[in-house]
């Protein structure tokens, strides 16, 4: 089991950047890690994932181009680096872990931890 907390949410203007992180304990390195967001009145989306090691990533398409996941494992923290915010954005931040490998890509269903969330707002 791991326990995650994010934090790194604020209030930003559109177009600014802002980086999120997801701090673990217990085995926070066998797990991959997962980017989710949910917005008022919406469905928890998937943002993006980081395998256990760090070196693979995945994205939806609709942020792909904008949005990068990493990690550090000696810190026990991975990493959701948002750019170009937009206030679509706007949404509360979750990090989840699951043990099923990323090129299986995990169902939302699969993620067995997750965080409490941080709120990002993007303004116009």
């Known amino acids: 089991q791991v326990q995650l907390v994010e934090s790194g949410g604020g209030s930003v203007l559109a177009g600014d950047s802002l980086r999120l992180s997801c701090t673990g304990s217990g085995s926070f390195a066998t797990y991959l890690i997962g980017w989710f967001r949910q917005a008022p009145g919406k469905e928890r989306e998937f943002l993006g994932a980081v395998s256990f090691d760090g070196d693979s990533t995945y994205y939806a398409e609709s942020v792909k181009d904008r949005f990068t996941t990493s990690r550090d494992n000696a810190k026990s923290t991975a990493y959701l680096q948002m750019n170009s915010l937009k206030p679509e954005d706007t949404a509360v931040y979750y990090c989840?872990?699951?043990?099923?490998?990323?090129?299986?890509?995990?169902?939302?269903?699969?993620?067995?931890?997750w965080g409490q969330g941080t709120q990002v707002t993007v303004s116009s």
């Open positions: 989840a872990a699951s043990d099923v490998i990323l090129a299986l890509r995990p169902t939302r269903d699969e993620y067995e931890s």
